[in-house]
């Protein structure tokens, strides 16, 4: 099964401040996808940001960029100028050969006033 | 567009009852899956399908059952509900381009067996 690492069970961050969200994986696809999900405390999941394997350039989308590390295997979060609605749960999933996606266990980020 | 839908939301079942958690999509995807999430954990695979009539296991799937007769429904079968099914199950849908999978969730259903 695919292993992946989530090493921050929880993170704290200052409003307005930048914060990176480790992710390790271990696949050996030459084709993957990288998704990452936020869960705030109500409970939905909601997509966030994308990165194909083959993607020359690092995915951004607003204030949510990944540094993505191929040959390490690596997709970390980056989340510019914190909000105090960016607390919540970030997960790291990659695709797999099943077409799923695979969950890490997840971050706590919590961002202080 | 309502997205992907889940009923119940929440429910209590007793040791050894079964129920059937139903989800629903209405933007044509192929693919629906079915996880869990246990209290401070990542969502764990139970099973998928590629498209109606076609099933395949996930992570796990023991005490669980799966059908698709249609593209839109994906209901989750548990028979002899034990407390260690107690969980939150999140039911998904996409369509793959490649390696793009995005899945769309629903708003879960929150299940407690005792």
């Known amino acids: ?113 | 567009n309502a997205g992907v839908t889940q009923t119940p939301k929440f429910r209590i079942l007793k040791i050894g009852q079964s129920m059937t958690l139903q989800c629903t999509q209405d933007m044509n995807h192929n693919y629906m899956y079915w996880y869990r999430q246990d209290p401070g954990m990542g969502l764990k695979l139970i099973y998928y399908s590629v498209g109606a009539g076609i099933t395949d296991k996930g992570e796990v799937p023991n005490g669980y059952n799966v059908s698709r007769s249609t593209t839109e429904d994906f209901p989750l079968r548990l028979e002899l509900a034990a407390p260690s099914q107690t969980s939150v199950y999140f039911c998904a849908s996409s369509n793959i381009l490649g390696s793009y999978n995005e899945q769309f969730f629903g708003p879960g259903t929150r299940l407690t067996v005792l």
């Open chain 1, 1 to 113: 099964a695919q292993k992946i690492t989530q090493t921050q069970p929880g993170m704290f961050v200052q409003e307005k401040e930048a914060v990176t969200l480790d992710c390790t994986y271990d696949t050996s696809d030459q084709s993957y996808g990288l998704f990452w999900y936020k869960q705030p405390s109500s409970g939905e999941m909601i997509f966030l940001i994308y990165q194909g394997s083959y993607d020359e350039q690092n995915a951004t989308e607003g204030r949510y960029s990944l540094n993505f590390q191929k040959a390490r295997k690596s997709a970390n979060l980056v989340i510019s100028a914190s909000q105090l609605g960016d607390s919540a749960m970030y997960f790291c999933a990659p695709t797999t050969g099943r077409r799923a996606l695979t969950f890490g266990s997840g971050t706590r980020l919590q961002v202080q006033p």
